[in-house]
């Protein structure tokens, strides 16, 4: 059973940048053939996909976030790590890491084969 615990600053001012980290455990990160990913929801918006990295360490973003978006993976603590830059009182929501176990964006979080219960970002104007 795979487990997603997300940890990150719950609220940051406009321009800054957002670091959030996902620590994994049941499973490592460069196992065959998972994708880790981080998707986001705002109130009254569907669940947005910003990126995920691959088990092989490739990763691959939303074309509409992927100037500000980066994902990076810490092999030694089973965790990875989106860094959103110039964020915007837009970029207000939850932001969830979830694991897919093929190359595939979902719309809907439970889509996903494993998710954690999201962390909350605000950005303050």
């Known amino acids: 059973q795979v487990q997603l615990q997300e940890s990150g600053p719950g609220l940051v001012k406009t321009s800054q940048t957002v670091s959030l980290t996902c620590t994994v455990s049941?499973?490592?990160?460069?196992?065959?053939?998972?994708?880790f990913n981080w998707v986001r929801q705002s109130p009254g918006k569907g669940l947005e996909w910003i990126g995920y990295?691959?088990?092989?360490?490739?990763?691959y973003y939303n074309p509409s976030l992927e100037s500000r978006a980066s994902i990076s993976r810490d092999t030694s603590k089973n965790q990875f790590t989106l860094q959103l830059n110039s964020v915007t009182p837009e970029d207000t929501a939850v932001y969830y890491c979830?694991?897919?176990?093929?190359?595939?964006?979902?719309?809907?979080?439970?889509?996903?084969?494993?998710w954690g219960q999201g962390t909350q970002v605000t950005v303050s104007s």
């Open positions: 049941g499973e490592f990160i460069t196992t065959r053939y998972y994708y």
């Open positions: 979830a694991v897919s176990q093929d190359a595939y964006y979902y719309s809907v979080l439970h889509d996903y084969d494993y």
């Open positions: 990295i691959a088990y092989h360490g490739g990763a």
